[in-house]
């Protein structure tokens, strides 16, 4: 399944732009960063457990606020992509 | 049910692939230019001069992810695999049916009648797609005559027997591959017969190109079973050839190679400028030529189709290790006979 993982993280404090950093690196492990903080994911049920899990472990429940979507499927028909970034889809033919 | 995960190919010369944090980085002259979750990946093929780092290559091991290094035109170099796995009885049971000799033929007939069916198929799609009546005729007359090998095959007593048949097969099948070109692809994918290392024409260079794709998924299925893939049964073994593999390779040529090959060139996705001639008579794709055939052979894997003996929909990549499957039940024990995969 494709998921679509969304955070706003408190940057005032030098805490929260080290929780910034760290939500940022769970989900560059498990997806593609398409804008500053908005990741694509394709994912199995289980895979998503654990992403879900290591994301409540970085974010502080009180301060940072966490948004995870359910995309429908496919992709090229439900996403559409405008300007400079491109993302990949990591299922495709993967020759780099 | 085993997902059927994606293969990286890196064709890029002068790569670098590192692991960070779950992802595998690849680098070039220090620059990044990927990212891709290790997830995706089932295997990690290099092509050409491709570097990996340690800490990568202990990651893949680790999660059973192998990585093979091919040189640039799919001739196999090295490959990287972690502990052996499986179990030793299953593999105990695969060198007393080698060691066998109804066991040995029997196995080797199921193979070889796999082979002889899809080639068959490959050929009565080519007639059935031919419009040309003189062409048509040619292709059903070779298919029957592949026909009557099959049905001698199941009488075959020994080796030999089934090696000649194998054999006679093959002349008849690849007499066919000109007529089963286009017509107007024909002056500029000329077949000259078999040939290999080197492959003298973009013919061959393609389809041993993909043969050797699909060898290293045949090796890879078999070692995620646990069999040995150097102990064959119709291929005899000789030091660090994988005689299994090869084995289980006749089933697929036709079903994954020989058919799409025909595609690439019936459609015109592969021109002449895809391949490079080489001094010595050798032609061998080029860069471009390899990605169109690397892209076309992932997407046919990912197509699905009725397995006749499990009776679901299967991807056509994961044929391979369904089949290894059913061999290791096989020895083992559990079922009666191997099945080879035969395409409708």
Redesign the interface.
Known sequence: MLILVSYDVSTLEAAGRKRLRRVA?VC?????RVQKSVFE????AM?LEILQDALLKEISLTEDNLRIYRLTEPLTKNVKEFGKFRA?D??????? | MKQLLNTLYVSTDGAYLRLEGETLVLSVDKVKKHQVPLHHLGAIVCLGRVAISPALMARSMEDGRSIVWLSEHGRFQARVEGPVNGNILLRQAQFRAADRVETALEISKAFIAGKLRNSRNVLLRSARDSKDEAAKTQLVRAAKSLAINLRNLAHAESAASVLGLEGDAARVYFEQFNTMIKPQMREEFEYKGRSRRPPKDTVNALISFLYALLLNDCRSALETVGLDPQLGFFHVVRPGRPALALDLLEEFRAVLGDRLALTLINRGQLRQKDFDLRPGGAVMLNDSGRKTVIMAYQERKKETLQHPVLESQVEIGLLPLLQARMLARYLRGDVEAYIPFFNK
């Open positions: 690196k560059q492990n498990y997806g593609q994911c394709k994912v199995d895979t990949m990591f299922d495709a033919p993967l020759i780099l």
